[in-house]
C-alpha cells in the first residue's frame, strides 16, 4: 500500500516562507516523478513544481524564482522551499507522485493525469 504524507504548512506574513515536505511509502517499486499542487477556495487544482527520477523540474510560472522543489537524502521524500510569500499562494498544498514511468511527461507538465498516489494536503496561509 502507498502512503503520500505531507507536513510543514501554517500560516506567515507576506514575504515570509515556509519549507512543506513529503514521504511517500513505497513496496518494491520506484518512483517516476514527484510533484507538488495546490487548491485554493473556489479555484481548480494546479500544479506547482514537479520533479523527475533525473531531477529534470518543472514549475508554475507564477512561482518561479520563489519556490525550489528537491529531493531528499532519504528515498521518496520530496520537499518544496517557498520563499517571498504572498497572499495568491495561499491553499492547500498537495503532494503527489507516479511510479509510471510513461507518465514522466504529463508528470513534468504537472498534469493531474500523471500522478497516482496523492497525499491529503496541508494548509497554507498567507496574509497580508
Known amino acids: 500500500q502507498v502512503q503520500v504524507v505531507e507536513s510543514g504548512g501554517g500560516s506567515v506574513q507576506a514575504g515570509g516562507s515556509l519549507r512543506l515536505s513529503c514521504t511517500i511509502s513505497?513496496?518494491?517499486?520506484?518512483?517516476?516523478?514527484m510533484g507538488w499542487f495546490r487548491q485554493a477556495p473556489g479555484k481548480e487544482r494546479e500544479g506547482v513544481a514537479s520533479?523527475?527520477?533525473?531531477?529534470?523540474?518543472s514549475y508554475l510560472d507564477s512561482v518561479k524564482g520563489r519556490f525550489t522543489i528537491s529531493k531528499g537524502n532519504a528515498k521518496n521524500t520530496l520537499y518544496l522551499q517557498m520563499d517571498s510569500l504572498k497572499p495568491e499562494d495561499t491553499a492547500v498544498y498537495y503532494c503527489?507522485?507516479?511510479?509510471?514511468?510513461?507518465?514522466?511527461?504529463?508528470?513534468?507538465?504537472?498534469?493531474?493525469?500523471?500522478?497516482?498516489?496523492w497525499g491529503q494536503g496541508t494548509q497554507v496561509t498567507v496574509s497580508s
Open positions: 513505497l513496496y518494491k517499486a520506484s518512483i517516476a516523478c
Open positions: 503527489a507522485a507516479t511510479i509510471v514511468t510513461r507518465k514522466r511527461a504529463a508528470c513534468l507538465r504537472r498534469e493531474s493525469a500523471g500522478f497516482g498516489y
Open positions: 520533479i523527475d527520477s533525473e531531477d529534470y523540474t
